[in-house]
């Protein structure tokens, strides 16, 4: 399988730049302090639509021939890639198909109708969103952008580490949680194209511990009944971006729920900045690994910051 | 009353540089629609402390004589004052004394002690709170830093309005909330140094409008029975912070619980950063008065980001 490299995601970067938000770089002095190392957090939960996903779509879209641009785009989802490539097409003069689950919350129907989609709903079944998402293509010929599984997508997204390595120099390890895959694999791409000897390492709950087991047996293991309050990371691994984790990601580690808890509350009440609780997982896997970390300097891609106010898990 | 000028905040900016974060300024298309004009949120929230309030105490410390410094420093607050200049007393070497009502936050007097003050605690009225400070200042020599109604407080309050000019160019107007006044003094004192034409507006709560009884007046009016979600705003005006305000400020808006409410949840989900709801006050006045901010670009102070997380006003 061809592989995406450091080139793609540097075109990637000056496709999408006018577009995206410069995200900062934020880090506490108190977070260093009870983890013993020197943690640099990317923002993306700043970033447009409140997560890294609209660096993937905004790619996607981009990369679309005039001829498919007039077609429009699709995809289904409840979650962050859904307002993403919503908001990607409104911004770039075309049309979104969004499939969406009919128990989606009501905010993020909302905020994805705000952003000019076409919404189809369906059943909440990952058959049904298959099934609907190909009624809606065949019938409008929009072309697919998967949320993850698709190289403008990755290229798309390893510009967030791209942006990082920018900001900071002289990072050991950069870490990102895993979910599909999408972010994981499109920092890989671009920091091992920079350079062998900074660390890639991702962090998943061991609730959703999908892409842990694959890329230790080396064998595709699909996500079984995930349980975990880091609701954005309980979708499998793809042919794509497990190739690329496989080659070049250095490690995965795994969480407890309760690290996961204490790390999103640790940035919530230390940063004061508001993540989901996916984006706490890489800092609870320093935290549940200090010895590791020891002295190093790490950067954690953020990856959102879309939480339910009224519904808190603290 | 001799008046500080442009000059004495530019001096403490020179002092406390090294001890404090350049805190960014960020901005949300979201929120800009919404409100139609142009806001640019200075992050204090970030600040040491999470508030604006290192700076002035920060300033204070480094303004001792050397016999003063080896008195050491006492004032009495339950809030963000106290942390402040246990804070920036331990960061320079010198003793810190707070006094504090047996009621506080335990997260507050935790975060005291943890900077190595020395903690006295008393009944939860003024009078006692005062009464107790006279003691321990008795008995140590230790140099009152008032929070707000101080030369060297409020000339440190003003660098964040310094930082705020620095980093965005061309406001026709910058906004604070208003409690004793110590930010509002210091950020007018700057702004109308630079320039007579940029506006300088406060905005304060409906239920502890004293700040602007007393300015509509002319005439002291003390806070009575404040009533706001916004608890650092129970405070009333200082006779410096008084004069200064009267002298350069051109207005104080005051605003709704609900509008307070509704700011606050405005910057915490569309911006993802956690602000205390004395910080949204300024937002709320813009979106009462929308007519006279259309169009402006407006740069607004975010005093602090300290809260219970679990005990949100959402």
């Not at 859904?82 to 075309?94: D, P, Q, W, Y």
């Not at 190739?243 to 580690?253: F, H, Q």
């Amino acid at each position: 399988m061809k592989l995406p490299e450091l080139r793609d995601v540097e075109d990637a970067y000056e496709r999408i730049k006018p577009f995206v938000h410069q995200t900062p770089v934020l880090s506490s002095t108190n977070i260093n302090n009870i983890a013993g190392c020197e943690l640099h957090f990317k923002c993306e939960n700043f970033q447009k639509v409140g997560a890294f996903k609209y660096r993937g779509a905004t790619n996607a879209v981009l990369s679309l021939s005039e001829a498919d641009r007039r077609k429009g785009v699709a995809t289904h989802s409840s979650g962050n890639h859904a307002a993403a490539l919503a908001l990607a097409a409104k911004n770039n003069g075309v049309k979104a198909h969004i499939v969406m689950p009919n128990n989606a919350p009501e905010i993020k129907k909302k905020a994805v109708a705000g952003y000019g989609a076409e919404i189809t709903f369906c059943e909440p079944t990952l058959k049904a969103r298959e099934s609907t998402l190909a009624q809606v293509i065949d019938t409008t010929g929009a072309v697919m952008v998967h949320p993850y599984n698709q190289w403008e997508v990755v290229c798309g997204q390893g510009t967030a580490a791209l942006e990082l390595l920018q900001q900071v120099e002289n990072l050991n390890t950069v870490m990102t949680p895993v979910g599909g895959g999408g972010l994981l694999s499109g920092s890989a791409t671009y920091i091992k194209g920079v350079s062998s000897s900074i660390k890639v390492v991702a962090a998943e709950p061991m609730m959703a511990n999908d892409a842990w087991k694959s890329f230790k047996s080396g064998v595709f293991q699909p996500v079984v009944n995930p349980d975990t309050i880091a609701d954005g990371l309980c979708t499998s691994l793809g042919d794509l971006t497990f190739e690329i984790i496989k080659n070049k990601v250095d490690d995965i580690l795994v969480v407890s729920e309760a690290g996961i808890r204490e790390a999103m509350r640790m940035i919530w009440e230390r940063m004061k900045i508001i993540i989901e609780p996916s984006s706490a997982v890489p800092l609870a896997a320093v935290l549940e690994n200090r010895d590791h970390f020891k002295g190093q300097s790490v950067g954690i891609i953020l990856t959102g910051g879309n939480v339910d106010l009224g519904n808190l898990p603290f």
